[in-house]
């Protein structure tokens, strides 16, 4: 486990406070890599309750690979500081993906821990026969997948076959991607779904290529939707179209949509319903009503669209979804709470720990993406 995570424990060691504190986390992390965790932690817990303590106490745990003892570790520190500690989360944010590596957990899990340990450490062993079977792979849609897996948990080793992907893959596994994978930075996304609209024969493709766009409202995804609005689009898909940028806040879709409410139904429905609540349309649902009465599978993915205009509702709705007996709706939550912002939150960074290992992933992503890469 140190060796897995020796760049950012010494990143760590060097922003630590110098001297004795510094000198104490130093002896106890040496200890621990000289195979004598037990006693590392013996002596931790020998020392005055203190912040430094704290802090040597999330950085022993990022070690050890004890990841709960690490969060009651930063939960003290909170406490006594009362103020957040960015690099110490997100070092014990990636030591709670390193376990997820293991050969025995299914592939999909260990691609996406892959993709966050090896930023602490590309040559870890238990890694690079994966990501070797990943660029060996014959099938295109897989390796897409995955390769797409490790750029949303931070790892591009490959950036030349994106081109490749947005050029062959079917449009459903494209809005499929994006939808799943939100950590892809706005060109990455775009260069997946525009295709749709060009090639892609099939009408609920691009009609769920709309929507998708509606969801990560972004400057560069604005005018694209514009653009596509310029161009010869079936009927239905000038409906979706329109939705989606009015949900960018577009006064002139807002309208449109406005007038077009009764031509729409299901989630075409709640979307359009978004777009009016957050223009402020006498017609708009009430957002609180909104998010009460869709399914906790939904909730997560609405809170995220009705943030601009509601950030504190969005939130604590997110908020309600974390202890859901759901690992998918757990799922979903922390993965809008990562698009919300909401990392450096007890309710997100404790899942850190959580026993499920998507629900783990989704957490651990959460942070990163809140503090940035």
């Given at each position: ?23 104490t986390a130093s002896a106890l992390l040496t200890l621990a890599e000289a195979g004598k965790a037990a006693e590392a932690w013996t002596r931790w817990s020998e020392l005055p309750r203190s912040a430094d303590r704290s802090r040597a106490g999330v950085l ?162 604005t005018s694209l939707l514009r653009q596509l609005l310029r161009t010869p689009q079936p009927y239905e898909i000038q409906i979706a179209l329109k939705i989606a940028l009015a949900r960018h806040g577009d006064p002139a879709a807002a309208a449109d949509v ?116």
């Amino acid at each position: 486990m140190i060796a897995l995570l020796a760049p950012l424990l010494l990143s760590a060691l060097l922003s630590a406070p110098q001297g004795p504190a510094g000198d104490t986390a130093s002896a106890l992390l040496t200890l621990a890599e000289a195979g004598k965790a037990a006693e590392a932690w013996t002596r931790w817990s020998e020392l005055p309750r203190s912040a430094d303590r704290s802090r040597a106490g999330v950085l022993l745990a990022a070690a050890t690979g004890d990841v709960s003892r690490g969060i009651a570790a930063y939960d003290e520190l909170l406490e006594q500081t009362k103020q957040d500690e960015p690099p110490l989360l997100r070092m014990l944010a990636v030591a709670a993906s390193v376990p997820l590596t293991q050969p025995t957990l299914a592939e999909d899990v260990r691609t996406e821990a892959c993709g966050i340990a090896m930023r602490a450490d590309r040559a870890a062993d238990r890694c690079q026969p994966l990501l070797d079977a990943i660029w060996g792979t014959p099938d295109v849609a897989a390796q897409a997948v995955a390769v797409y897996r490790l750029a949303h948990a931070g790892l591009r080793p490959w950036p030349q076959f994106f081109p490749t992907y947005a050029e062959q893959l079917p449009g459903a596994l494209r809005v499929e991607i994006v939808t799943r994978f939100t950590r892809l930075t706005t060109a990455e996304r775009l260069d997946l779904l525009r295709p749709v609209f060009e090639r892609d024969e099939y009408m609920s493709s691009r009609a769920a290529a709309a929507a998708a766009l509606g969801d990560f409202p972004d400057s560069e995804t604005t005018s694209l939707l514009r653009q596509l609005l310029r161009t010869p689009q079936p009927y239905e898909i000038q409906i979706a179209l329109k939705i989606a940028l009015a949900r960018h806040g577009d006064p002139a879709a807002a309208a449109d949509v406005q007038q077009l409410r009764s031509e729409v139904s299901g989630r075409r429905a709640v979307d359009a319903g978004v777009a009016l609540a957050l223009a402020g349309s006498p017609y708009g649902p009430d957002p609180a009503r909104l998010l009460e009465t869709s399914t906790p599978e939904t909730r997560g993915r609405l809170a995220v669209m009705l943030a601009r205009a509601q950030p504190d509702l969005a939130k604590h709705t997110v908020r309600t979804l974390m202890d859901d007996p759901s690992s998918d709706v757990r799922i979903s939550a922390l993965r809008a709470a990562g698009q919300l912002g909401m990392g450096l939150e007890r309710a997100v960074y404790a899942r850190v720990g959580d026993a499920n290992p998507g629900v783990r992933l989704a957490a651990v992503n959460a942070v990163l993406q809140t503090l940035g890469d």
